[in-house]
């Protein structure tokens, strides 16, 4: 597809179980973002990647937080033993150029409700 | 804490009117972008200005920014219902990569 493309766009999990969101950019795209936004509030930067790499981490709100992207492409960012204060909706953006001159490009979230 | 604060958090106007909302933030500034999000969607990027841009068009849509005021605005004229949405401003805090967004404002247009 032509946008980013994330699955699933909905899961319910039980508290303490792990789960795996996945994030497909934009074919090209270098830098990837990944968001968290609770209801009725703005967007919580949580990581950023350029290439393979996440040079910047420092959004994760815990240990229990983990991201990877692999071939430049797909990214899968990981919640472990979940709690009900993660339940968001997780945003995946990718843009072709990093700097704050790049516009983002979104895709429709994963909405994580952990019961 | 945010950098940019929408203002107001939601604005109910009738179709045909226009819509004002403004975003203010704390540091220097490179860029400063807006975004819409429809319920349940994501973000989709409706314009960027430059710290050296007072003003940008873009079909209905008209942005200022003041740097001295760390303030912008977003202007969106002869409003339609389908402009109903959340507006985000986003700025880059002087980072080359990282993007932070406020808490937006929610626009109701009435048809």
């Known amino acids: 597809g032509a946008g980013v493309s994330q699955s699933p766009s909905n899961k319910v999990t039980e508290k303490g179980k792990d789960v795996e969101l996945r994030c497909d950019p934009i074919?090209?795209?270098?830098?990837l973002y990944w968001y968290r936004q609770s209801l009725g509030q703005g967007l919580e930067f949580l990581i950023y990647?350029?290439?393979?790499?996440?040079?910047?981490k420092s959004g994760l709100p815990s240990d229990r937080f983990s991201a990877e992207r692999t071939g430049g492409s797909v990214s899968t960012l990981t919640i472990q033993r979940t709690q009900q204060e993660d339940s968001a909706v997780y945003l995946c953006?990718?843009?072709?150029?990093?700097?704050?001159?790049?516009?983002?490009?979104f895709g429709n979230g994963t909405r994580l409700t952990v019961t | 804490s945010q950098q940019g604060e929408e203002d107001p958090q939601a604005l109910s106007i009738q179709e045909g009117e226009n819509a004002t909302m403004n975003c203010s933030y704390k540091?220097?500034?490179?860029?400063l972008q807006w975004y819409r999000q429809n319920s349940g969607r994501g973000l989709v990027h409706l314009i960027l200005?430059?710290?050296?841009?007072r003003e940008k068009h873009s079909g209905r849509l008209r942005v200022t920014l003041d740097t001295s005021k760390k303030s912008s605005s977003l202007l969106i004229t002869a409003s339609r219902a389908a402009d109903t949405a959340s507006y985000f401003c986003?700025?880059?805090?002087?980072?080359?990569?990282?993007?932070?967004f406020g808490k937006g404002t929610l626009l109701t247009v009435n048809p």
């Open positions: 200005i430059r710290s050296n841009e």
């Open positions: 074919s090209g795209h270098t830098a």
């Open positions: 540091t220097s500034i490179n860029n």
């Open positions: 990647f350029q290439g393979n790499s996440a040079p910047d």
């Open positions: 953006a990718s843009s072709s150029q990093t700097g704050g001159g790049s516009p983002l490009h």
């Open positions: 986003a700025t880059d805090e002087g980072s080359n990569y990282k993007l932070t």
